[in-house]
Nanobody
Framework: QVQLVESGGGLVQAGGSLRLSCAASGTIFSINAMGWYRQAPGNERELVAT???????NYADSVKGRFTISRDNAKNTVYLQMNSLKPEDTAVYYC?????????WGEGTLVTVSS
């Protein structure tokens, strides 16, 4: 089992920045990839960014050039640096860890971008 705890959400004005953190615990040796997803009211959960154990990253087109995902393996933590935020980035952001083909999720952290 993998446990994930997100932090760093909040209210920010358009054009501002936030950094989300996700701390993993449990059977972390089994994690092969981690990522961030988001879900806005009335919408389905969507991919934001992922990072593999080797450091390979993948981003949704809507956040390319603005968001950066990174991981600190020593701290078992993955980060999402979000710059140039837009009102349409408003959502609950969830951390995901993939282990042996199973996905584990955090409880989410709310990001609200005001115009």
């Amino acid at each position: 089992q993998v446990q994930l705890v997100e932090s760093g959400g909040g209210l920010v004005q358009a054009g501002g920045s936030l950094r989300l953190s996700c701390a993993a615990s449990g059977t972390i040796f089994s994690i092969n990839a981690m990522g961030w997803y988001r879900q806005a009211p009335g919408n389905e959960r969507e991919l934001v960014a992922t990072i593999s154990n080797s450091g390979r990253t993948n981003y949704a087109d809507s956040v390319k050039g603005r968001f950066t995902i990174s991981r600190d393996n020593a701290k078992n933590t993955v980060y999402l640096q979000m710059n140039s935020l837009k009102p349409e980035d408003t959502a609950v952001y969830y951390c995901d860890a993939n282990s042996f083909g199973m996905d584990f999720w955090g409880e989410g952290t709310l990001v609200t971008v005001s115009s």
